[in-house]
C-alpha cells in the first residue's frame, strides 16, 4: 500500500486531503503531512514534520530524513501581495521541496505527484474569460498578461518528472468552500461573519458586490470534494500527466444562494438592495484587457472584449473597518465568545473581489467526466455545511 505526503496540510484544501487519505486505510498506509505549524492530530497514522518551505532545500531534507512516499500531494500556498512576488515565492516552495526529495533519494520511489493550482490558470483573476474554461485553452502570455505563479509551479513540476520518470497532474479548482482550523482567509467565513453582523447591527441582507455579478453564471469546489478528486486523479491511470477542472458540477448563481444565506441567518434580502444608496462603494479596474481578449478573434468577439472592473456596492473591506461594525463585532465576540480575530483576518479583499466582478466563470468538467469522475456536490449543501463549521470552531454565532 503506497504512502503519501501532503504539503499544506493545515490549509484549506491540503487539510481536507488529510482527512480524505486517512479515510481511505484500505489504500493509503503512512501520510506524511508537511507545514510551519501543526494544528490538528490527524491520528496515528499521520506523521507531521514541521518545515518551512521558504527555507533552504538541504535543511528541508534534514527535516524529511526517514519519510519515504510514492505520492506526492503539492496544496502549500502562501499569499503575495504581487503577482510577481506570488510567483516567485510559491515557485521557488516547489523547487525546494522536489530538491529536498532528491538530495534524501526520495524521487526515485515517487510515482505520481498532484499539484494542487485554480482557476487563476485562466486569468480569472484579471477580467472576463471564454465560458467554460477548458483545460485545452492556451496559457495567457506573460507578458502582456502579469506573471502567473501556477505556470512557473506547473514548469517546475513538469521538468521534475520529465528528468525523473515521473508522473503528474494538476488541479483547477474554483471558489473553495472549506473550512481550516485558525485560517480565516476563505470565502465562507466572509459569508457568515458578514451575514451574522448585518444581523447584529439589525439590518437586512444586502449584497456587497455588484450588480453583474450577482446574476451572473459562477462555480464552487468544495474542498471536501476537491480531496476525493486528488484521491482519485493520484491512482487513475488515465490521469497521468494531465491537468483537471474540478468543479462542485452544477453552475449556480448568487441570486440563487443569497437569499438563502439570509434564511440560514434569520434575515430577508431587501427587495430594493439595488437602488438603494451606496456610501461605501468602490471601484477598481481590471487588466487593461480580459483573457478573453486572447480568443477574440477566433470566437468573432473583435473589439467587444473590453477592460473588466470590480465594482462593489458595499466595499467588505472598509465595511469591516467601521467603527459599527467593529463595535458589534466586540459585542458579539463577548456575548457569544467568538474568536475575536475573525473580523480583522477574513478573506475580505478576496470576497471583494469575488463578488464585484463583471462576468461569469465557469469551467468545464467535461475532461474529468470523460475518464469516470462522477463525484458531485450540490453547492448550497456545501456552503450549509461549512457555516456550521465555522459554528462550531465559533468563528460566527
Ligand atoms: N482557497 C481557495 O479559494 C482556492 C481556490 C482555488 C485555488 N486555490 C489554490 O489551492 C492551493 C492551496 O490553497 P489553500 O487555499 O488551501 O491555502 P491555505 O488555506 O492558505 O493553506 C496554505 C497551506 O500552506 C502552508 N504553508 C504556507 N507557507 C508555508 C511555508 N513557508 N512552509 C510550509 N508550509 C507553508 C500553510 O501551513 P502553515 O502556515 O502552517 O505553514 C497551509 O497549510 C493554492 O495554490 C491556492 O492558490 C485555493
Given at each position: 500500500?503506497?504512502?503519501?505526503?501532503?504539503?499544506?496540510?493545515?490549509?484549506?484544501?491540503?487539510?481536507?486531503?488529510?482527512?480524505?487519505?486517512?479515510?481511505?486505510?484500505?489504500?493509503?498506509?503512512?501520510?506524511?503531512?508537511?507545514?510551519?505549524?501543526?494544528?490538528?492530530?490527524?491520528?496515528?497514522?499521520?506523521?507531521?514534520?514541521?518545515?518551512?518551505?521558504?527555507?533552504?532545500?538541504?535543511?528541508?531534507?534534514?527535516?524529511?530524513?526517514?519519510?519515504?512516499?510514492?505520492?506526492?500531494?503539492?496544496?502549500?500556498?502562501?499569499?503575495?501581495?504581487?503577482?510577481?512576488?506570488?510567483?516567485?515565492?510559491?515557485?521557488?516552495?516547489?523547487?525546494?521541496?522536489?530538491?529536498?526529495?532528491?538530495?534524501?533519494?526520495?524521487?526515485?520511489?515517487?510515482?505520481?505527484?498532484?499539484?494542487?493550482?485554480?482557476?487563476?490558470?485562466?486569468?480569472?483573476?484579471?477580467?472576463?474569460?471564454?465560458?467554460?474554461?477548458?483545460?485545452?485553452?492556451?496559457w495567457m502570455p506573460e507578458p502582456p498578461f502579469p506573471k502567473n505563479f501556477y505556470y512557473r509551479?506547473?514548469?517546475?513540476?513538469?521538468?521534475?518528472?520529465?528528468?525523473?520518470?515521473?508522473?503528474?497532474?494538476?488541479?483547477?479548482?474554483?471558489?473553495?468552500?472549506?473550512?481550516?482550523?485558525?485560517?480565516?482567509?476563505?470565502?465562507?467565513?466572509?459569508?457568515?461573519?458578514?451575514?451574522?453582523?448585518?444581523?447584529?447591527?439589525?439590518?437586512?441582507?444586502?449584497?456587497?458586490?455588484?450588480?453583474?455579478?450577482?446574476?451572473?453564471?459562477?462555480?464552487?469546489?468544495?474542498?471536501?470534494?476537491?480531496?476525493?478528486?486528488?484521491?482519485?486523479?493520484?491512482?487513475?491511470?488515465?490521469?497521468?500527466?494531465?491537468?483537471?477542472?474540478?468543479?462542485?458540477?452544477?453552475?449556480?448563481?448568487?441570486?440563487?444562494?443569497?437569499?438563502?444565506?439570509?434564511?440560514?441567518?434569520?434575515?430577508?434580502?431587501?427587495?430594493?438592495?439595488?437602488?438603494?444608496?451606496?456610501?461605501?462603494?468602490?471601484?477598481?479596474?481590471?487588466?487593461?484587457?480580459?483573457?478573453?481578449?486572447?480568443?477574440?478573434?477566433?470566437?468573432?468577439?473583435?473589439?467587444?472584449?473590453?477592460?473588466?472592473?470590480?465594482?462593489?456596492?458595499?466595499?467588505?473591506?472598509?465595511?469591516?473597518?467601521?467603527?459599527?461594525?467593529?463595535?458589534?463585532?466586540?459585542?458579539?465576540?463577548?456575548?457569544?465568545?467568538?474568536?475575536?480575530?475573525?473580523?480583522?483576518?477574513?478573506?475580505?479583499?478576496?470576497?471583494?473581489?469575488?463578488?464585484?466582478?463583471?462576468?461569469?466563470?465557469?469551467?468545464?468538467?467535461?475532461?474529468?467526466?470523460?475518464?469516470?469522475?462522477?463525484?458531485?456536490?450540490?453547492?448550497?449543501?456545501?456552503?450549509?455545511?461549512?457555516?456550521?463549521?465555522?459554528?462550531?470552531?465559533?468563528?460566527?454565532?
Amino acid at each position: 500500500m503506497p504512502s503519501a505526503i501532503v504539503t499544506g496540510a493545515t490549509g484549506i484544501l491540503g487539510r481536507e486531503i488529510t482527512l480524505e487519505l486517512c479515510s481511505h486505510p484500505e489504500q493509503w498506509d503512512r501520510i506524511y503531512t508537511v507545514s510551519r505549524s501543526n494544528t490538528e492530530d490527524f491520528g496515528p497514522r499521520v506523521k507531521h514534520a514541521h518545515l518551512d518551505l521558504t527555507g533552504k532545500p538541504e535543511d528541508m531534507a534534514r527535516n524529511l530524513e526517514g519519510v519515504q512516499a510514492e505520492y506526492v500531494f503539492f496544496a502549500a500556498y502562501l499569499q503575495k501581495d504581487s503577482e510577481d512576488e506570488a510567483t516567485r515565492v510559491n515557485g521557488d516552495m516547489l523547487a525546494s521541496f522536489l530538491k529536498a526529495l532528491e538530495i534524501n533519494g526520495v524521487h526515485t520511489k515517487i510515482k505520481r505527484i498532484i499539484l494542487v493550482c485554480g482557476a487563476k490558470n485562466y486569468g480569472v483573476h484579471l477580467g472576463a474569460v471564454k465560458i467554460p474554461m477548458e483545460e485545452t485553452d492556451p496559457w495567457m502570455p506573460e507578458p502582456p498578461f502579469p506573471k502567473n505563479f501556477y505556470y512557473r509551479q506547473q514548469r517546475i513540476l513538469h521538468e521534475f518528472c520529465e528528468t525523473h520518470h515521473t508522473e503528474w497532474a494538476v488541479t483547477y479548482s474554483t471558489e473553495v468552500l472549506g473550512f481550516a482550523r485558525g485560517n480565516f482567509m476563505n470565502l465562507a467565513s466572509a459569508i457568515g461573519i458578514y451575514a451574522a453582523v448585518s444581523k447584529e447591527l439589525g439590518d437586512e441582507l444586502v449584497w456587497p458586490g455588484s450588480t453583474e455579478f450577482y446574476t451572473a453564471v459562477t462555480v464552487f469546489t468544495d474542498a471536501k470534494l476537491h480531496a476525493q478528486f486528488c484521491n482519485w486523479v493520484a491512482l487513475e491511470p488515465k490521469a497521468a500527466n494531465e491537468a483537471f477542472n474540478i468543479t462542485n458540477g452544477d453552475a449556480d448563481s448568487w441570486m440563487n444562494l443569497w437569499p438563502r444565506v439570509a434564511i440560514y441567518f434569520g434575515l430577508r434580502v431587501p427587495a430594493d438592495q439595488f437602488s438603494r444608496p451606496t456610501p461605501l462603494a468602490s471601484e477598481k479596474p481590471l487588466a487593461p484587457q480580459p483573457p478573453l481578449s486572447l480568443q477574440a478573434d477566433a470566437a468573432g468577439l473583435a473589439g467587444r472584449t473590453s477592460q473588466s472592473f470590480v465594482r462593489q456596492r458595499v466595499d467588505l473591506q472598509k465595511w469591516s473597518q467601521t467603527k459599527e461594525v467593529r463595535e458589534a463585532w466586540k459585542v458579539m465576540v463577548e456575548k457569544d465568545g467568538l474568536d475575536a480575530k475573525a473580523l480583522e483576518k477574513a478573506s475580505w479583499a478576496f470576497a471583494g473581489f469575488a463578488w464585484g466582478r463583471d462576468y461569469s466563470q465557469i469551467i468545464s468538467m467535461s475532461k474529468a467526466r470523460k475518464l469516470g469522475w462522477t463525484g458531485y456536490q450540490d453547492n448550497w449543501e456545501n456552503l450549509e455545511r461549512t457555516l456550521g463549521e465555522l459554528r462550531h470552531s465559533k468563528v460566527i454565532p
